[in-house]
């Protein structure tokens, strides 16, 4: 629990409190968490549906995709004919990635997929791109100074008329000064390996401007639990507002908002009303 990256806030930092050292804190998206990740979210449609129907209403077949993870947007633009350029700064999730594309659903689509382990708040590819995805609000992810360097590296990957299409979630009516809350779904994970009692822990607060999300795993081994372990993502709220002005300070331009209805599942359970917005930006 000593950096950022695996930092807890809210239950979670009391969970692990309880525990103490028979827990361990480990990023959501590196080895066993990027294992977890990937199954809880192999069969999640949320966002797919608008992404790729805003894609389809402009031209171009060329697609980049920010922060790609194990392919849960990756696939679907796969299927239906883009030849798509994968980003992400994760070894586990690109490698979860190529074994999604080993699948039967995918394998046919495998040499329209480059993988490329780059940091998307500072990249160079040597080319450009008619469509640049950045899905499950990802843009999170980085903190202000990040958010610069992706929208300056965007630009310059962005073709002539090419467009950025990118996710964001908002709590409405929240204010800086609005006090934290936390939203909390558990659920038995039977195909896991051990099968794994799963807590979701998603804290929000306005005030620091984060959100910890953490998934608390029980491992049960004949009806005993065996172990318990937190994997943890730590991300920066941005409002849509504050969001535009960055985007245009870089140079970019916002040609429309597109309401997203294909909600994650912790976001349909979420404490606070939420939405998330499709965001179409061009140079
Ligand atoms: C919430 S997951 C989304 C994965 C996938 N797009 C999806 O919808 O399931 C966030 C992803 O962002 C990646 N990521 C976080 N910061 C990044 C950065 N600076 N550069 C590249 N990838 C990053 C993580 O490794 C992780 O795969």
């Known amino acids: 629990m000593t950096s950022s990256t695996t930092e807890v806030l809210g239950t979670a930092a009391q969970v692990a409190k309880l525990f103490g050292t028979g ?17 809880i979210t192999r069969y999640e449609n949320a966002e797919i549906e608008e992404f790729l129907s805003t894609a389809q209403s402009g031209e ?16 679907p633009f796969l299927q239906a004919g883009y030849e798509v350029v994968g980003l992400d700064f994760s070894p586990s999730m690109l490698e979860l990635l190529a074994q999604r594309l080993k699948e039967d659903d995918a394998k046919e689509y ?25 899905g499950a609000s990802a843009v999170w992810n980085v903190g202000a100074g990040g958010r610069a360097g992706l929208f300056n590296s965007v630009r310059e990957h ?13 709590f409405p009516g929240m204010a800086e000064d609005s ?15 051990p099968q794994a009692l799963v807590t979701f822990f998603d804290y929000v607060d306005p005030g620091a401007q984060l959100r910890s999300t953490n998934i608390l795993a029980q491992a049960v081994v004949d009806g005993s639990v065996v172990g318990a372990e937190i994997y943890t993502a730590l991300t920066h ?4 507002s504050a969001l535009e002005r960055e985007i245009e300070a870089a140079g970019l331009r916002v040609l429309g908002r597109h309401e997203v ?18 965001l179409e930006v061009t140079r």
């Open 158 to 170: 962005l073709a002539e008329g090419g467009r950025f299409l990118l996710t964001l979630i908002e």
């Open 23 to 39: 827990l361990q804190i480990s990023s959501m998206y590196e080895s066993a968490g990027a294992r977890l990740y990937h199954g």
């Open 261 to 278: 209805t294909s909600g994650y599942q912790i976001l349909k359970s979420s404490a606070r009303p939420v939405t998330v917005q499709l």
């Open 110 to 134: 495998e040499d329209r997929l480059t993988v490329v382990h780059g940091d998307m708040t500072d990249f160079s590819l040597g080319r450009t791109f008619d469509l640049i995805l950045l």
């Open 179 to 193: 006090p934290a809350f936390e939203t909390q779904i558990t659920f038995a994970a039977q195909d896991g390996d």
């Open 60 to 75: 171009g077949k060329s697609v980049l995709e920010l922060a790609c993870g194990t392919g849960r947007i990756t696939v």
């Open 237 to 240: 709220l941005v409002a849509p």
